[in-house]
DNA sequence: TGTACATCAGTGAACGCGCGTTCACTGATGTAC
DNA sequence: TGTACATCAGTGAACGCGCGTTCACTGATGTAC
């Protein structure tokens, strides 16, 4: 990594600190250069204007966000050859690696800029939605390995249900904001993995 | 409703629309006062500041989701004794109303200060933070009188479930606004409703 | 190996605009006698 | 019923501060010959 993109990963990381904390338009230049120990104008070397800093971010969060949940289910993968106990592993996995976030999951930009849309620019909404669209894929696909092999025991579209991941985590993460409570996220994760559980698995009796 | 109260409310609509759509501090009082058609030294008038409207707009919104609730489960309880078959009629009915609202669930405002509350003084996050604990009582004698007659497949925490009912809805409507797809917050209770379907539900076979 | 030039990764000062807030004032309505 | 005063619900002009953005410049590193 040269200088540049040192500076430059280093802008990103104290912007996305403070946009989750405040806001994106509650979060000043001014600050972010104050953290990232450059002058202002070393920012706009950096980046156009405000809005290529929320394309930057959005973009980057769905690169990390990708290649976390690449690693999780394929661990989850490794570890059960069933599509099912593999889903219900990973979404443990996913539980734990939130509950051992220090003070609970940072919060996801995607929501930020979800509930701050009429800021950005058509480019930014873009990419906001690609990003969704694609948990919507990934999930979908696991949940379609289940469905050819496990019957359902109740009749829910898999698209609906795949969306229901990214809901979950999503409303997890405000709840525990709201509260106060970081283990929260967690929890609601879990009682996501118990529907699955009951929605899939044959039952014993 | 005299002169007085009929602005107030006024600005508080107009208010609550753009702070839904942009979020609070990209919400500028010279944008509130030209919609809700008086001054700014008006808007001074009613609120001592900035804050006092965040404050307004979260106690306001606490009281009539409130109500629409206890209307929702009121009716819900009318067409059922059961409390089970209660509470899914009154998911369906969220769901239909969320389906309902034109252009979608306009969003929630606890939400919007949950991903905000650095911007706000101490006063506006425990506003947030009763809203968010009341809904966890409701939903929680709601699954209490359920689980008092029904025994559950899975074991989990009632206040986590009661909790899941917020998430759910929090999360859908994020998902709703990333995607641009305003039906998917109702098919997300929908499936919350698969799920207390099965986790209480007596199976026929 | 030295020199000339180009690119990279910024700096420092200045800009104008919009924002939240204040303050002195005002017309309409309500109340006491 | 009329008058005096108080309160309500605002108006209009001005303020200073912080913000995003621009622009001319600069030292360090890379490249060609």
Redesign the interface.
């Known amino acids: 990594m040269s200088r540049g993109e040192e500076t430059r990963a280093r802008i990103l990381d104290v912007a996305q600190d403070s946009v989750?904390?405040?806001?994106?338009?509650?979060t000043s230049i001014e600050e972010i250069v104050a953290n990232a120990e450059i002058t202002k104008s070393g920012f706009f070397y950096h980046f156009r204007d405000k809005n290529a800093l929320a394309r930057a971010l959005i973009d980057r969060h769905i690169e990390v966000e990708k290649e976390l949940f690449d690693d999780l289910l394929g661990r989850a993968r490794e570890l059960s050859d069933d599509p099912l106990q593999g889903a219900l592993i990973g979404l443990k996995l996913l539980a734990e690696l939130i509950e051992d976030m220090p003070g609970g999951h940072p919060?996801c930009i995607?929501?930020?800029?979800?509930?701050?849309?009429?800021?950005f620019d058509q480019d930014v909404r873009d990419a906001?939605?690609r990003?969704?669209?694609g948990w919507?894929a990934r999930f979908r696909r696991m949940f379609e390995e289940i469905a050819q092999v496990y019957p359902m025991?109740?009749d829910?579209?898999l698209e609906?249900?795949a969306?229901?991941v990214?809901?979950?985590?999503?409303?997890?993460i405000?709840?525990a904001?709201?509260?106060?409570d970081p283990l929260?996220t967690s929890?609601?994760v879990?009682?996501l993995r118990?529907?699955i559980?009951?929605?899939f698995e044959p039952?014993i009796q």
């Open positions: 989750l904390a405040k806001g994106f338009d509650a919060g995607v929501a930020t800029a979800a509930y701050q849309d009429r800021l906001n939605r990003a969704v669209l919507r025991r109740d829910v579209e609906h249900l969306d229901f990214s809901s979950v985590v999503e409303g997890g405000v709840m904001r709201a509260v106060g929260i929890q609601q879990m009682l118990s529907y559980k009951l929605l039952r």
